[in-house]
């Protein structure tokens, strides 16, 4: 849709605590791929979260939407955001951030690899989740903080389900189905939230008019947490509300090794979009070059694979190929994955073995 470019600016926002490792890790996957496919990339450093904050007085400074918004696309680690001093100026960029640039659908891929730990081989499903709206109180975007206290024993939490935000996150997962096995299954309770639930669902089914060729099937949330367990083989690409979604995203990552196999994109309408990981900062294995690099190099990969195919940019389609090529030779052996998946490799290590596994020089 937009003409083609040839190169991609791309923002690198560390994060907190794990966040200085993985992202770099992630920036140093995506620049030896990039090198061989012959991708031009500009790299730009936004500093966001507590260093931010030390050094520049804010974890968001000044500039940075303008910043961003001038960009193809970023990568953003990990925010700290419940230890940060409770000062104005110590804000959680993600909500800001996702609202801003109208990143509504949260796509969250749940793969098995042998050997790592999977309780299941073969899963292979995308879950979409709404990014915007529901129940998230920050992220409230109708009710401001969208919860309230009319008296001291009682309070009310206010989630927000529009036709709009529903019908943008059911498109968003309609045309990632049509990629892939072309069935879509939409999760919601609308047996019980019959207004919010059932509006949700009718928006996703006058989206399906335009996708004829995808099946569509609906699953009630509790049976899907049971399903995911039993028989997560059985789907391919899943759309629901923002905490559902949240849920079920974290038990989709159980399922295949935990948070560290767990890749996020946030994607809007537009061609910007955000590599973010699922896990937190994790500040239990900080500094300790244990984290597993996975999600935040796969959300990385995401995010090239994306760019690629929105701006008819070969060389960047090309560039996720070759990074998922080194993923999958360094998860396939024990000594170049982290402790987390059964192995017994330092991040570093993992880091060189998916370089190795690349075939490029690290
Ligand atoms: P948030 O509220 O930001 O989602 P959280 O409370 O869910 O944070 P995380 O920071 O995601 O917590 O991590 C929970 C635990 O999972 C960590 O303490 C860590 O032990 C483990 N973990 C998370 N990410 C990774 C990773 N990339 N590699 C290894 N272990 C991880
Ligand atoms: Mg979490």
Not at 309 to 314: A, D, K, P, S
Request: aromatic share 4%.
């Amino acid at each position: 849709q937009t003409a083609t470019k040839d190169h991609l600016r791309i923002g690198v926002l560390e994060g907190d605590d794990i966040g200085h490792e993985v992202v770099p890790a992630s920036v140093q996957i995506a620049k030896a791929a990039a090198a061989v496919t012959g991708l031009k990339i500009e790299w730009v450093d936004v500093p966001i979260g507590r260093r931010a904050l030390d050094q520049l007085g804010h974890t968001m400074p000044e500039g940075t939407l303008e910043t961003l918004g001038g960009l193809d696309g970023w990568i953003l680690g990990p925010i700290g955001h419940r230890e940060y001093p409770k000062v104005p100026e110590a804000i959680n960029p993600h909500p800001i951030l996702r609202k801003r640039f109208d990143l509504f659908a949260n796509v969250r891929p749940t793969r098995s690899f042998p050997d790592i730990g999977c309780l299941h081989d073969d899963i292979d499903m995308v879950i979409v989740r709404e990014n915007n709206e529901g129940f998230q109180p920050d992220r409230n975007v109708v009710m401001g903080s969208g919860e309230f206290r009319p008296t001291h024993d009682v309070t009310i939490s206010v989630r927000v389900i529009t036709v709009e935000g529903s019908s943008k996150v059911a498109r968003a997962a309609f045309e990632i189905a049509r990629a892939r096995k072309k069935r879509l299954t939409l999760v919601h309770k609308n047996t019980v939230y019959k207004l919010g639930c059932g509006m949700f669902v009718d928006s996703c089914y006058e989206v399906a008019k335009d996708f004829p060729d995808v099946t569509v099937d609906e699953v009630i949330v509790d049976t899907m947490a049971m399903r995911l367990v039993r028989d997560p083989q059985s789907f391919d690409t899943i759309v629901t509300t923002n905490m559902f979604g949240d849920i079920l995203t974290d038990e989709a990552a159980g399922l295949v090794g935990g948070l560290g196999m767990a890749p996020g994109l946030c994607i809007g309408r537009g061609s910007i979009a955000m590599a973010q990981a699922t896990h937190g900062s994790a500040p239990d294995i900080a500094g300790k070059n244990i984290a597993n690099p996975f999600a935040m190099i796969e959300s990385t990969r995401m995010l090239f694979d994306w760019l690629g195919r929105r701006h008819g940019l070969e060389s960047a389609v090309q560039a996720s190929e070759l990074m998922k090529q080194g993923i999958d030779a360094a998860l396939s052996d024990p000594a170049t994955r982290t402790p987390d998946i059964r192995g017994t490799a330092s991040q570093s290590q993992m880091i060189e073995g998916i370089l190795a596994g690349m075939d490029v020089p690290n």
